[in-house]
């Protein structure tokens, strides 16, 4: 019978910290704290998208000199290849003005 009873008050004092607990959790101090805990969120959240920004605009540079880079090597290479072709032609000229 003494083992209903705790669990009995057990149950009364769950549902009275239960109540105290949510009208402290609705109270103005309380609010102030969330509002507080919302605006930090807010400026952390700004600080991530301009680090996120920044760190894009250097990597759309990089990217840049990068595309740079790779076509200049192959306008080299293609004038590797003229110049190239251009000896041949003038070896196999001489080659045939010989004969």
Not at 33 to 52: C, D, L, P, Q, W
Request: hydrophobic letters at 40%.
């Amino acid at each position: 019978m003494s083992s209903c009873w705790g669990r009995l008050g057990l149950w009364a004092c769950g549902v009275l910290f239960g109540t105290a607990g949510i009208s402290i959790l609705k109270s103005d101090d309380a609010k102030k704290v969330y509002t507080h805990v919302t605006a930090a969120a807010k400026r952390g959240g700004a600080s991530v998208m301009e680090t996120y920004t920044t760190l894009k605009e250097n990597l759309d540079d990089i990217a840049a000199d990068a595309d740079d880079i790779n076509e200049e090597r192959a306008r080299q290479k293609e004038e590797r290849e003229i110049a190239d072709a251009k000896a041949l032609l003038e070896a196999h000229a001489a080659k045939n003005e010989q004969k």
